[in-house]
Nanobody, 115 residues
């Protein structure tokens, strides 16, 4: 059974930082491409950052230079370090893992940035 459990969300003031974590189980973690997505109220889910099984990263333009995605294959963990947070970053953040036709989502963690 595949499980993805996010943690680390919360309320932070603009300019602050948060680190999201996603613990994966039930998959051969190291072969998966990993990602963080977010969905704000009334908006579609959007890509925030991805990291391939080879370690290549990709970021949405809106978070480049502020967010950093990383993975620890030994611990089956993926992280999102979020710095210089802005009110526009307020959303539910979701962990995603995918490989070939396999694609799984976590339940999400709320991030709220106050101005």
């Amino acid at each position: 059974q595949v499980q993805l459990v996010e943690s680390g969300g919360g309320l932070v003031q603009a300019g602050g930082s948060l680190r999201l974590s996603c613990a994966a189980s039930g998959i051969a973690f190291s072969i998966y491409n990993l990602g963080w997505y977010r969905q704000a109220p009334g908006k579609q889910r959007e890509l925030v950052a991805t990291i391939t099984n080879g370690g290549s990263t990709n970021y949405a333009d809106s978070v480049k230079g502020r967010f950093t995605i990383s993975r620890d294959n030994a611990k089956n963990m993926v992280y999102l370090q979020m710095d210089s947070l802005e009110p526009e970053d307020t959303a539910v953040y979701y962990c995603n893992v995918e490989w070939l036709t396999l694609n799984y989502w976590g339940q999400g963690t709320q991030v709220t940035v106050s101005s």
